[in-house]
């Protein structure tokens, strides 16, 4: 039962990446998924969630307007797209198992996935 984040880069600020979630040893189709990312030195910061049915959203203040959610159940993915990306966005990103709600972002992780690296150069 684990969770692999894929899809970092190096990016110009302004450009793109699609960060991928997948599961393997469970169905992502009941639950939650969560976005996090960390600079060493600096707390984890909840980026973003998707709840299971993919209703509720959330995503963190300075991600509003250029991150977007979405889930693939057939493929037992979740996305992570990125625009407008900012050298601030720079950090290791993680996907977790998690409940979501549209106003707590992501809570109750129980599985982490291994990171992958986003690096946006100015």
């Known amino acids: 039962v684990q969770l692999q984040a894929s899809g970092g880069g190096s990016v110009h600020a302004g450009g793109s990446l699609r960060l991928s979630c997948a599961a393997s040893?469970?169905?992502?189709?009941?639950?939650?998924v969560g976005w996090f990312r960390q600079v060493p030195g600096s707390v984890r910061e909840a980026v973003s969630c998707?709840?299971?049915?993919?209703?509720?959203?959330y995503f963190g203040d300075s991600m509003k307007g250029r991150f977007t959610i979405s889930r693939d159940n057939a493929k037992n993915l979740v996305y992570l797209q990125m625009d407008n990306l900012k050298p601030e966005d720079t950090a290791e990103y993680y996907c977790?198992?998690?409940?979501?709600?549209?106003?707590?972002?992501?809570?109750?992780?129980?599985?982490w996935g291994q990171g992958t690296q986003v690096t946006v150069s100015s």
């Open positions: 998707i709840s299971s049915d993919g209703v509720d959203t």
């Open positions: 040893g469970f169905s992502l189709n009941d639950y939650g």
């Open positions: 977790a198992r998690s409940l979501c709600g549209k106003q707590v972002g992501p809570h109750g992780m129980d599985i």
